[in-house]
Each structure stands twice: as C-alpha cells, then as structure tokens.
C-alpha cells in the first residue's frame, strides 16, 4: 500500500512534511510515542525528506523508514538510541537462529560484496540542540523585519525592478513592488516552513498585472517574473 494512506493492518507512525504527510511502518512491538518520535528526529537530521522529479519523494522515504526501523530495533534490543556511523549493505544480513546464534549470511550465491551506503547518526542529545539552533534560525527567516531587509538582496529579470524617476518609479515601480513583494515573501514563508531553509537559485512566478487597478500595466511588465534568490552563505543579516 502507498505510504501516503495509512494502513490499518500495519503498526504505524504519521510523518509530516509541510503540507505532506506520509505514513511509516515500524515494528510492531514498539509503541511509545517518545521513543518513536525522538526516533524520527534522528532521521530527519541524518537523512531529510526530498522532493523532486522521478519518485524522489518515494525513494527518499523508504530510505528514512528503514533507517527508522533500524533505529527502532537497536531500542528495543539495547534501551538506547544508536549514533554514529552505520552501513547499510544490499546482500548480507545477520540471520538469528532458535539457538540463539548468529551467522553474517549472503542472500546470493558467491562471495560478492558491495560498498554499502553509510549514514551518521547523531546522538539524540545533538538533535535536540540542532532542532533549538535550525528553530531560530527560521524564526528569523520567517520575521517580518528581516524579509523586509531580504527582499532588496534578490534579482529580478523585470527592467522596472530598479526603475528611478517620478513616471517610472510612481506609475510603474509602485504597483511592481508592492505586488512582487506580497508574491514573494508569502513564497519565502512557506518555503521556509517546508524546508526549513532559505530558497536559493531562480524561481519563476506568474503574475496578472491586469487584476490591479491600473490594468495597462499587464502590457507593460514581464507575465513571468523571474526571481534569484542568493545563496545561503551570501546572505545578509544586517
């Protein structure tokens, strides 16, 4: 069943992601919120959910809910959470026996090993002081006084965006701004909130300049509003 529905017939867990939720399968046996929620963080600072073309979503999700029900599983054996590096591997696997012995046993014929995909995990001591560290840093993303500030540090491919003088900058320059301006912060805002960071690169917005009230604009000024956003370390705070 898609992770996008909940399954009755499975132990799950919902896992929000700005408008999306998606729904992991976790064993059975663990049920404490805490620990599953605290699991879940670790993962989200180790592996965050991407979005993208061709199944991004879904393949960076199984990703993060099998590293979840790893992190599940080493609580249930050991009472703690685990942290640092950890390998998965495509073809070898720990197989438990009755006795109570383990053997390292290959799932296809031959001696054949892989590189595996390496994560590390932070302690859950390090998520929580990242999450208070990220919390404020999009709290000050998302203020009013700084996307004031931040609005002026963006590109436009519109040629009235840096328009002077009283017919260009009253006629023309006014209504682009206070327009582009509504656009565009309300796009940092929820971009922001999604993805916990500040947009970079270019992105396009569409805009009908007819619905002001002055409806000549809609002939003067680009339909496609080009916006580039700067990168995160050319960012000013000041």
């Not at 499975?10 to 999306?20: A, I, L, V």
């Not at 960076?60 to 080493?74: A, D, W």
């Not at 383990?102 to 302690?123: A, C, E, M, T």
Request: glycine content about 6%; proline content about 5%.
């Amino acid at each position: 069943m898609s992770f996008l529905e909940p399954d009755a017939s499975q132990n799950q867990t919902e896992w929000k992601f700005g408008k999306w939720t998606f729904y992991a399968n976790i064993p059975e046996e663990i049920k404490d919120l805490k620990v599953i929620e605290n699991a879940k963080s670790i993962v989200d600072f180790a592996l965050p959910q991407r979005f993208g073309p061709h199944g991004t979503h879904h393949y960076s999700f199984v990703t993060r809910e099998y590293v979840l029900n790893l992190i599940l599983y080493f609580y249930k054996e050991h009472k703690r959470f685990p942290h640092g590096d950890i390998c998965i591997v495509d073809y070898w696997y720990w197989k438990s026996f009755y006795s109570g012995g383990r053997v390292f046993q290959s799932r296809k014929k031959g001696r054949d090993y892989d590189p595996g995909y390496w994560v590390k995990l932070p302690s859950l001591k390090e998520v929580k002081k990242l999450r208070l560290i990220k919390q404020k840093k999009i709290d000050l993303w998302t203020s009013e006084a700084f996307l004031k500030k931040y609005f002026y540090q963006l590109e436009f491919n519109e040629p009235y965006a840096k328009a002077t003088g009283v017919i260009a900058g009253n006629w023309v320059r006014g209504p682009w701004d206070r327009r582009m301006k509504k656009i565009v912060l309300d796009f940092i805002y929820e971009y922001v909130n999604r993805y916990e960071k500040l947009p970079e690169g270019q992105h396009s917005f569409d805009v009908d300049w007819s619905s002001l009230s002055a409806p000549w604009l809609n002939g003067l000024l680009y339909e496609r509003q080009v916006v580039t956003f700067p990168k995160l370390s050319e960012v000013k705070y000041v």
